[in-house]
Structures are given as C-alpha cells and as structure tokens.
C-alpha cells in the first residue's frame, strides 16, 4: 500500500513563501501524474495544481502565479511552492493523482497569519 507523506507546511506570515514536498509513486506518476490539493476550515478539498509525468503543469486560476509545482530530475518527489501567502491560503495541504487513485496522507497543514 503506498503512502503519501506530505512535508514542509507551517506558520508563515502573509507575503511569505513555502515549500511543500510529497513523495510520488513512480507508477502512479508515470500513469497518471500528480496533483496538490487543499482543504480549508469548512470547505471542500480542492485541487489547486497539477503535473504529468513529463512535466505539463497546470495551476488552478485563483492561485496561479502564486503556486508553482514541479518535480525531482527523478520524478519521485513534488513539490509545490507558494509565494505571496495569503491569509486565505490556510489549508491542510496534500498531494495525491488526479484521479485520486491512492489513499490520502495526512497532508501538511498551511497557517498564514500575522
């Protein structure tokens, strides 16, 4: 059973940036890609980025050119870095396919406040 294991959240201030790490199943990735996602207080986990196995990204538009993710030269982690913290930015982060073929990890929780 693969595991996702999220890193790299925290308690940064709004401006801020962050670097986020999710380790990516190399079937999973080559098949399918990868994707972060979030999940605010109240709300529905969304998807807010996205990347195949050869390095096509997309971004969702409320957070693009603040979000960025990539990958290793090994393609067996992802990374998704986030720039310009916005206090709304709070979320438990995760990573997982697109098509959601893999068990949630326990994510990475993302606290931008002053």
């Known amino acids: 059973q693969v595991q996702l294991v999220e890193s790299g959240g925290g308690l940064e201030q709004p401006g801020g940036s962050l670097r986020l790490s999710c380790n990516a199943p190399r079937t999973h990735f080559e098949y399918d890609g990868m994707a972060w996602f979030r999940q605010a207080p109240g709300k529905e986990r969304e998807m807010v980025a996205s990347i195949t196995h050869y390095g096509v990204t997309d971004v969702a538009d409320s957070v693009k050119g603040r979000f960025t993710i990539s990958t290793n030269s090994a393609r067996s982690t992802v990374y998704l870095h986030i720039t310009s913290l916005k206090p709304e930015d709070t979320a438990v982060y995760y990573c997982?396919?697109?098509?959601?073929?893999?068990?949630w990890g326990q994510g990475t929780q993302v606290t931008v406040s002053s």
């Open positions: 997982n396919t697109p098509t959601l073929d893999l068990q």
